[in-house]
């Protein structure tokens, strides 16, 4: 997510270390609200993890992966040091075990295990999360691993942070409910989310902790309240507990400034309603010639945000897309376009109603922030 502008506010006791970073950020705006040392270069540890399940979720939107599928385990993730499963070489586990391991147990094996199936080799996974991030706006941060075992090469930032945990909520929001997962059980063992926030503090709903002695203790939080959502970053803990202390404490400061920008943001969308495919027969596109017509909207420019293959994904993406616009015009509104493509219906998301002006501000804001977007011109 691109962060808009920075609200410097009072300071805030740090956790007194060189490692020490910190960044929260208003996920509806993407403003920052408050931040320290955001843009200095840190060890992410297991917050790399992060971005291996984000290049998982990518692969199973794609249909390259599936959740029920098995997944080979070599000796070389076998081999990896813990935090681990103890997975044996030539066993097997599946995506979805593999997804809660990640998430819940931070397991460095499984790591391995998903980079080589999904690139063959964990330095060409390393290589594409690196492309994936930067594709993202996370321009300083450089992968060289999918657990976040030390590597001096590897690095990111705060800020760097914030824009990935936005991605994964806005962009891949359908397989975000993985960082909640209270635990999960393996070979008749209990694993508890490392993430205290999730039992312990109001609204949080992810999303992952990382510790290694290069970096101190880690967190990206995610936490909600009535039309609110923040995202924090901190580095560079002395232990979990402080860490975690920190964050709230930081949170809590934060809140009410959140709230006060919530009337700069996009009003809320109401759901556009398909009963079933022969409504969707029905249901008109929009043509270049009915964009142009003076008998629907004076404001006849817009923007497409993207094409789906399901209907639900497209307003999922559509919702999103609505609270992260700044400055969208009452004259707004949403279509979503059935489009026939061979056999099968897409579903175009489009905004609608805008003016010229509008539309190229909103898709540059979009763009900004890693999204896809065009303008639709009435011409």
């Known amino acids: 997510m691109f962060l808009l502008s920075v609200v410097l506010t009072a300071p805030i006791t740090t956790l007194a270390s060189a490692k020490y970073a910190s960044i929260i950020v208003d996920a509806t705006s993407g403003k920052t609200?408050?931040?320290?040392?955001?843009?200095?270069?840190?060890?992410?540890?297991?917050?790399?993890?992060?971005?291996?399940?984000?290049?998982?979720?990518?692969?199973?939107?794609?249909?390259?992966?599936?959740?029920?599928?098995?997944?080979?385990?070599?000796?070389?993730?076998?081999?990896?040091?813990?935090?681990?499963?103890?997975?044996?070489?030539?066993e097997f586990i599946t995506?979805?075990?593999?997804?809660?391991?990640?998430?819940?147990?931070?397991?460095?094996?499984?790591?391995?295990?998903?980079?080589?199936?999904?690139?063959?080799?964990?330095?060409?996974?390393?290589?594409?999360?690196?492309?994936?991030?930067?594709?993202?706006g996370m321009k300083k941060t450089e992968f060289r691993n999918a657990s976040g075992l030390y590597n001096k090469r590897q690095k990111t930032t705060a800020k760097d942070m914030s824009i990935l945990a936005a991605?994964?909520?806005?962009?891949?929001?359908?397989?975000?409910?993985?960082?909640?997962?209270?635990?999960?059980?393996?070979?008749?063992?209990?694993?508890?989310?490392?993430?205290?926030?999730?039992?312990?503090?109001?609204?949080?709903?992810?999303?992952?902790?990382?510790?290694?002695?290069?970096?101190?203790?880690?967190?990206?939080?995610?936490?909600?309240?009535?039309n609110v959502r923040l995202i924090g970053v901190v580095f560079g803990g002395k232990s979990a507990v402080r860490r975690d202390r920190h964050m709230k404490k930081l949170f809590n400061r934060n809140w009410n400034k959140a709230r006060a920008l919530s009337t700069l943001t996009a009003r809320p969308i109401s759901k556009p309603w398909i009963s079933n495919k022969s409504e969707v027969a029905k249901t008109a596109e929009i043509t270049k010639e009915k964009i142009n017509s003076p008998n629907n909207y004076e404001n006849n420019w817009g923007i497409q945000i993207g094409t789906f293959k399901k209907y639900d994904n497209a307003y999922v993406a559509a919702s999103n897309t609505a609270h992260l616009l700044l400055g969208l015009p009452s004259t707004a509104f949403l279509k979503i376009q059935p489009k026939n493509h061979k056999s099968n219906t897409l579903?175009?998301?489009?905004?609608?109603?805008?003016?010229?002006?509008?539309?190229?501000s909103l898709c540059k804001q979009l763009l900004f922030k890693g999204n896809k977007c065009f303008v639709l011109t009435p011409e």
């Open 33 to 90: 609200l408050y931040s320290r040392n955001a843009n200095k270069l840190k060890n992410p540890a297991s917050l790399t993890k992060m971005m291996t399940l984000y290049m998982v979720f990518d692969s199973l939107e794609e249909g390259a992966l599936r959740l029920n599928q098995r997944l080979r385990v070599s000796q070389r993730a076998a081999g990896q040091p813990a935090s681990k499963l103890g997975l044996k070489p030539g």
């Open 95 to 136: 995506v979805q075990n593999a997804i809660n391991a990640l998430a819940v147990k931070s397991a460095n094996d499984v790591a391995t295990v998903i980079a080589e199936s999904i690139s063959g080799t964990e330095i060409s996974f390393a290589k594409a999360m690196t492309k994936k991030a930067h594709s993202l």
């Open 167 to 226: 991605a994964l909520i806005t962009k891949h929001n359908r397989y975000y409910k993985f960082f909640a997962t209270p635990s999960f059980t393996h070979k008749s063992k209990k694993y508890i989310n490392h993430n205290s926030l999730l039992r312990n503090y109001k609204g949080t709903d992810g999303i992952k902790t990382g510790y290694i002695r290069a970096s101190g203790f880690n967190l990206v939080a995610s936490s909600v309240r009535g």
């Open 347 to 360: 579903f175009r998301v489009r905004f609608m109603g805008l003016d010229g002006s509008s539309a190229r």
